[in-house]
């Protein structure tokens, strides 16, 4: 949730009575996060998803005042201690008893209406085994009691700052682990103790799944860790196969499970999931690929070329996978010699390339939503943009971003603007100037910051670029982060 | 080997121990309190509810912060110590 229950809970504490309006899907969260507040009994009531205001406020505007009013009941009067005990062995048994343990499911009610595993994806697990665990163990210098802490001063959730060494508090149920919990998770996912560091490094990023839209978590690996582990940056590197990309990318999702509590439609409320979710998503960085002069991942969040990162995005929170360009030849055809349809929409037929392709992609990418975009694009393809011009990365993300400029009377129409200008409260950052203030005609940036925009050089040798919502500028307010994979090893 | 029995680890996370506190005691009456509405998201709701409260609970002392994001602007410490209770919406 978005900070309300902390807040409620620090006036309750205060002596100030308090009622809050959410809706009725939210209340399994209402009630956890109040309980992680502190105060568990929390006076809610629910709002309607369907109803319009006046006639929804009309059915429960009196309930509000009773529950200010009405006498607190001898639970509501209580305080005491949480403190739910937990055994550390889970399940003693054979290992085929053991995969039927840790594939036990129960129902959850709508908005699921379904059967969910409790301990795992839906899918069979590689047996967390004391032996195993130990084995895992030995791919990190970290004790195994230690718990997991911020490695670096950084902002961990909506105007929540984190300092180095603060315990991470994993979303959405607020709970901790030490690096054996992790190793555990790691284990299950069919992870390889080389792989440890990167796990450690992904639960250090608090395990946010997102909410109410298409979040897709995505994991980008920068760095010597590429090869030193076998990552596929290659032909196929989204899909399956690799004994590396989807481990690491499982570990992700199943850590969110076991380590954040986050359960669909309990507190996990993406309408639809996301199917890139299904098994994780880790993918790397070729940095062989990279023209000159452009900097990888790791250099662009102020690592160094020699350091290992893993860069955490929220892909998909406004739209998803928007595109792959191009048709099989066309690419090509653009290229070496200007022809083909491509061609004809850029105006220059029968002009050998290199051309700028990124000019194919404007505007029906912004069209459908706004936001930084991330670009996967295959080497050749990063080194035609290298070829025309552009020296960096941050010359293509410049260009992007003017690009994205459209007038006002079209930005109004957009859905989450009404969101992200505060109700259009605030001022338009590029003019300086009050939003209240300005002209249909006024010209506003559909991407808030070239940075925002991020460039992935990986894939096969098939010319083609998928163009994937969300960038950099992550869920919410909190930008996609950089996070040390050395220092977890 | 099939027979062998292992011990299998835990892979849920820790729940950090909570102090619990109860809840502020209610008030005996409306009339003449100062109730604060925190206003964030969904408009479509808060908006007719603020008319609705302003407009059916003449004796209260209304207080307001809005914003449109789900995140509430919260009351100061000096505001808390003038404020008799609190409505918060909507939470998502």
């Known amino acids: 949730m978005w900070g309300q229950l902390p807040y409620i809970a620090r006036l309750e504490k205060a002596g100030i009575p308090t009622v809050l309006i959410d809706l009725?899907?939210?209340?399994?969260?209402?009630?956890?996060?109040?309980?992680?507040?502190?105060?568990?009994?929390?006076?809610?009531?629910?709002?309607?998803?369907?109803?319009?205001?006046?006639?929804?406020?009309d059915k429960w505007i009196e309930a509000l005042f009773d529950a200010l009013t009405?006498?607190?009941?001898?639970?509501?009067?209580?305080?005491?201690?949480?403190?739910?005990?937990?055994?550390?062995?889970?399940?003693?048994?054979?290992?085929?008893?053991?995969?039927?343990?840790?594939?036990?499911?129960?129902?959850?009610?709508?908005?699921?209406?379904?059967?969910?595993?409790?301990?795992?994806?839906?899918?069979?697990?590689v047996i967390p085994t004391e032996e195993r665990v130990a084995k895992m163990l030995k791919g990190t210098s970290h004790r195994p009691d230690e718990i997991i802490t911020y490695q670096k001063d950084r902002?961990?959730?909506?105007?929540?700052?984190?300092?180095?060494?603060?315990?991470?508090?994993?979303?959405?149920?607020?709970?901790?682990?030490?690096?054996?919990?992790?190793?555990?998770?790691?284990?299950?996912?069919?992870?390889?103790?080389?792989?440890?560091?990167?796990?450690?490094?992904?639960?250090?990023?608090?395990?946010?799944?997102?909410?109410?839209?298409?979040?897709?978590?995505?994991?980008?690996?920068?760095?010597?860790?590429?090869?030193?582990?076998?990552?596929?940056?290659?032909?196929?590197?989204?899909?399956?196969?690799?004994?590396?990309?989807?481990?690491?990318?499982?570990?992700?999702?199943?850590?969110?499970?076991?380590?954040?509590?986050?359960?669909p439609g309990v507190n996990r409320m993406?309408?639809?999931?996301?199917?890139?979710?299904?098994?994780?998503?880790?993918?790397?960085?070729?940095?062989?690929?990279?023209?000159?002069?452009?900097?990888?991942?790791?250099?662009?969040?102020?690592?160094?070329?020699?350091?290992?990162?893993?860069?955490?995005?929220?892909?998909?929170?406004?739209?998803?996978?928007?595109?792959?360009?191009?048709?099989?030849?066309?690419?090509?055809?653009?290229?070496?010699?200007g022809h083909g349809g491509i061609a004809r929409r850029l105006g220059v037929k029968g002009k050998p390339g290199p051309h700028n392709w990124l000019e194919y992609l404007f505007p029906k990418l912004f069209s459908i939503t706004e936001g930084g975009f991330t670009l996967i694009m295959i080497p050749e393809m990063a080194r035609h943009l290298y070829d025309i011009g552009f020296k960096s990365k941050d010359d293509v993300y410049e260009w992007i971003y003017k690009k994205s400029f459209e007038p006002l009377r079209e930005y109004r129409t957009r859905s989450w603007p009404d969101l992200t200008t505060n109700g259009w409260m605030g001022r338009e950052k590029t003019s300086g100037k009050l939003w209240k203030e300005l002209s249909d005609d006024d010209m506003v940036p559909v991407v808030n910051e070239p940075f925002d925009n991020c460039i992935i050089v990986a894939g096969g040798e098939e010319e083609g670029c998928i163009q994937l919502t969300g960038g950099r500028s992550g869920f919410g307010d909190l930008p996609s982060a950089a996070y040390s994979i050395d220092a977890w090893r | 080997m099939a027979d062998k029995k292992y011990k299998c680890l835990n892979p849920v996370g820790i729940q950090v121990p909570v102090k619990t506190y109860p809840l502020a005691p209610r008030l005996d009456k409306i009339d003449g309190k100062t109730i604060h509405f925190s206003i964030c998201g969904e408009p479509d709701i808060t908006i007719a509810l603020e008319k609705r409260l302003r407009s059916d609970y003449p004796?209260?002392?209304?207080?307001?912060?809005?914003?449109?994001?789900?995140?509430?602007?919260?009351?100061?410490?000096?505001?808390?110590k003038t404020t008799d209770a609190v409505i918060l919406g909507v939470c998502w």
């Open chain 1, 24 to 57: 009725e899907d939210q209340h399994n969260m209402v009630v956890q996060e109040a309980m992680a507040s502190g105060v568990p009994k929390v006076r809610f009531m629910p709002a309607s998803r369907t109803l319009p205001g006046p006639r929804d406020v």
């Open chain 1, 70 to 125: 009405r006498p607190l009941t001898d639970e509501e009067k209580q305080s005491g201690f949480f403190s739910p005990s937990q055994e550390r062995v889970l399940f003693e048994g054979t290992l085929d008893e053991a995969q039927d343990f840790y594939q036990q499911t129960r129902y959850v009610p709508r908005p699921v209406d379904a059967e969910l595993a409790v301990y795992t994806d839906g899918f069979p697990i």
């Open chain 1, 155 to 263: 902002p961990v959730r909506l105007r929540v700052e984190g300092n180095r060494g603060d315990v991470v508090k994993f979303q959405p149920r607020l709970w901790t682990a030490t690096v054996e919990k992790v190793a555990i998770n790691a284990v299950m996912a069919g992870c390889k103790p080389e792989h440890l560091p990167v796990v450690l490094a992904i639960a250090e990023t608090g395990l946010t799944t997102g909410t109410t839209n298409f979040p897709t978590q995505v994991l980008v690996l920068s760095g010597p860790i590429v090869k030193e582990i076998g990552l596929n940056t290659g032909c196929g590197h989204l899909g399956p196969g690799s004994r590396v990309n989807g481990p690491i990318g499982r570990a992700f999702q199943l850590m969110a499970l076991n380590l954040g509590g986050a359960i």
């Open chain 1, 270 to 337: 993406s309408a639809h999931g996301s199917p890139m979710n299904n098994g994780g998503m880790c993918i790397g960085e070729n940095v062989d690929g990279l023209p000159p002069g452009w900097k990888g991942l790791n250099e662009e969040h102020g690592f160094r070329k020699d350091e290992s990162v893993m860069v955490f995005m929220t892909i998909g929170n406004h739209g998803g996978i928007l595109g792959h360009e191009f048709s099989p030849g066309g690419y090509r055809a653009l290229q070496k010699s």
């Open chain 2, 59 to 80: 004796n209260i002392n209304w207080t307001t912060k809005k914003t449109y994001t789900p995140t509430p602007i919260e009351l100061s410490e000096e505001e808390m």
